[in-house]
Nanobody, 125 residues
Framework: QVQLVESGGGSVPAGGSLRLSCAAS????????MGWFRQAPGKEREGVAI???????TYADSVKGRFTISQDNANNTRYLQMNNLKPEDTAMYYC???????????????????WGQGTQVTVSS
């Protein structure tokens, strides 16, 4: 399985920006389905954004227009640029990756994906 390492979390005021990174252990990461998920205390894990092997992307309605997913193929890394952050964006953010079918539900199916350890994002009002 691919190993994933997230970084880039932190604490920012509302309206601020952060860029999260998800670095993979395989040079073929560009061909994987990769998603960003988040989980706030007491809430279920939710999908935020997906990027597919063909570079198409999908975003949750709650982050459209504010978050952008991108990739650096030379460094086997994918990013989540988060702008205009809101307090409700506060959560632990995880990246997940799998080969094959690519959707939030496919990624979050138990045992179907590799997951990173998470990085905390805190947005203050």
């Amino acid at each position: 399985q691919v190993q994933l390492v997230e970084s880039g979390g932190g604490s920012v005021p509302a309206g601020g920006s952060l860029r999260l990174s998800c670095a993979a252990s395989v040079y073929t990461f560009r061909y994987y389905c990769m998603g960003w998920f988040r989980q706030a205390p007491g809430k279920e894990r939710e999908g935020v954004a997906i990027i597919r092997g063909d570079s198409t992307s999908t975003y949750a309605d709650s982050v459209k227009g504010r978050f952008t997913i991108s990739q650096d193929n030379a460094n086997n890394t994918r990013y989540l640029q988060m702008n205009n952050l809101k307090p409700e964006d506060t959560a632990m953010y995880y990246c997940a990756a799998r080969a094959g079918f690519c959707s939030f539900s496919e990624l979050i199916t138990p045992g179907a994906s590799s997951w990173g350890q998470g990085t905390q994002v805190t947005v203050s009002s």
